[in-house]
């Protein structure tokens, strides 16, 4: 089961995003890359391969990543602190 994503998570990594959509993303591959290399390679494969746009495609995987991410990081810090 997926850890539950908040809306103030949400809204800060949506912001940060929005600040610099390009950088955003070309920063995320390279962390995906090093943190998960296989999964960046899923996404960059993925998003070559449909009829949309490669960099909309990416930057929406990635965002879920990060999402993703984020969340489970806090509940376990959350399931940490109650043990």
């Given at each position: 089961?997926?850890p539950?994503?908040?809306?103030?998570?949400?809204?800060?990594i949506?912001?940060?995003m929005?600040?610099?959509?390009?950088?955003w993303?070309?920063s995320?591959?390279?962390?995906i890359?090093d943190?998960n290399?296989e999964?960046n390679?899923?996404?960059?494969?993925?998003?070559n391969?449909?009829d949309l746009?490669?960099?909309?495609v990416?930057?929406?995987?990635?965002?879920?990543?990060?999402l993703?991410e984020?969340?489970?990081r806090?509940q376990?810090?959350f399931l940490n602190?109650?043990?």
């Open positions: 089961m997926l539950e994503i908040d809306i103030e998570e949400f809204n800060k949506l912001n940060e929005l600040a610099d959509v390009s950088g993303r070309k995320m591959i390279h962390y890359k943190e290399p999964l390679s899923a996404i960059i494969e993925i998003a391969k449909t746009d490669p960099k909309a990416a930057t929406g995987a990635y965002m879920a990543y990060s993703i984020k969340a489970a806090k376990d810090e602190f109650e043990e």
